[in-house]
């Protein structure tokens, strides 16, 4: 059984910080990427940053180059998307999910967790 349980949203002012974190259990991360998706309300989900665990390669979503950052943590099975100088456009609800390398469907989901960017 694959969990994935993100936390650490919330409320932040403009230019502020928050750091999200992605606990999976129930599989060995090296043959996935990671990945951290956002909805915002009326809006389509988009892909914000992309990690492959093993390689370490990543993608950025440009709206979020030089402001969010996504690194992990081999030994506690987690990921972590560093988010600074937030705008009010990157609030949603934020997501991680997981993809079998080479493959271009995510295949398992966290339940989301609300980032609300405002003064």
């Known amino acids: 059984q694959v969990q994935v349980v993100e936390s650490g949203g919330g409320l932040a002012q403009p230019g502020g910080s928050l750091r999200l974190s992605c606990s999976v259990s129930?599989?060995?991360?090296?043959?996935?990427?990671m990945g951290w998706f956002r909805q915002a309300p009326g809006k389509e989900r988009e892909l914000v940053t992309a990690?492959?665990?093993?390689?370490?390669?990543?993608h950025y979503a440009d709206s979020v180059k030089g402001r969010f950052t996504i690194s992990r943590d081999n030994a506690r099975n987690t990921g972590y998307l560093q988010m600074n100088s937030l705008k009010p456009e990157d609030s949603g609800v934020y997501y991680c999910a997981l993809k079998w390398r080479g493959s271009q469907d995510y295949i398992y989901w966290g339940q989301g967790t609300q980032v609300t960017v405002s003064s």
């Open positions: 129930g599989r060995d991360l090296t043959m996935y990427v």
């Open positions: 990690f492959t665990w093993s390689a370490g390669g990543t």
